[in-house]
């Protein structure tokens, strides 16, 4: 693969996942009014923990993958004009999954607690999703955060590991983990806009599908041999 993106230097890639884990850190702390709220650190270490791993990995093995992926824009050259608007959208959503909890659980109390092996459950259910990322990241060199066509990075399709399985295999983990994130901080009232961004992945799971379809050669050949997008037998 010819590699057209940036690479990154290991000082910046630590400096970049210290601010981006302080920020998430801040997202899910600050509206709950605390520093004291185990469930939400058990949180910021699971995802600390996988960043740790997979950022170094893909330092040493495809910098310019870990360069595509650190972009935090979700406007970006080349990308499909409904992906910005659906980017934007979700940008917008995701912050709401991380604040609301807060707000929700720590500060006004609004929703019922939840039982602890729910929320303890969530927690559990985040190391194999993280895990599938992993594998998925790992087999995908073309991995971006928004959907284009990598032709001067000769962007191929891949149909090993999970993609012989469905065809779009980290829009499942992500689903999964926009859920168990409420549910392991133990808000209710924050699966609403996790409900309202697993609704966005779906168009656009159907809609880069149809993009690919077009202009990726050799996806709708792919798409025949691996039939489903997101689940096996279903869709």
């Given at each position: 693969m010819t590699q057209t993106r940036p690479a990154i230097t290991g000082t910046k890639l630590w400096l970049s996942l210290a601010l981006r884990m302080g920020s998430f850190?801040?997202?899910l702390l600050w509206p709950s009014g605390t520093w004291w709220w185990p469930e939400a650190w058990a949180v910021i270490a699971i995802w600390s923990a996988y960043a740790a791993m997979m950022f170094p990995f893909l330092l040493r093995h495809d910098p310019a993958l870990l360069a595509e992926r650190m972009k935090a824009s979700p406007i970006q050259k080349g990308q499909k004009t409904w992906d910005k608007v659906l980017s934007v959208l979700m940008f917008a959503v995701g912050i709401l999954v991380y604040i609301v909890p807060g707000f929700d659980v720590m500060l006004f109390g609004w929703s019922e607690p939840l039982?602890?092996?729910v929320e303890?459950?969530?927690?559990?259910?985040?190391?194999?999703?993280?895990?599938?990322?992993?594998?998925?990241?790992?087999?995908?060199?073309?991995?971006?955060?928004?959907v284009k066509i990598?032709?001067?990075?000769?962007?191929?399709?891949?149909?090993?590991?999970?993609y012989a399985l469905v065809r779009h295999p980290m829009y499942v983990a992500v689903i999964i983990l926009v859920f168990a994130?409420?549910?392991?901080?133990?808000?209710?009232?924050?699966?609403?806009p996790a409900a309202m961004m697993v609704a966005i992945l779906l168009v656009r799971t159907a809609l880069e599908d149809r993009t690919l379809h077009a202009e990726l050669p050799g996806y709708p050949a792919y798409a025949k041999k691996t039939r489903f997008r997101l689940i096996p037998g279903i869709w």
């Open positions: 850190a801040l997202a039982p602890v092996w303890v459950s969530a927690m559990v259910l985040h190391v194999p999703c993280l895990l599938f990322l992993a594998w998925v990241t790992r087999e995908n060199p073309h991995l971006s955060r928004v990598d032709t001067a990075g000769g962007h191929r399709v891949i149909t090993t590991g999970p994130v409420p549910v392991a901080l133990g808000s209710r009232y924050a699966l609403i």
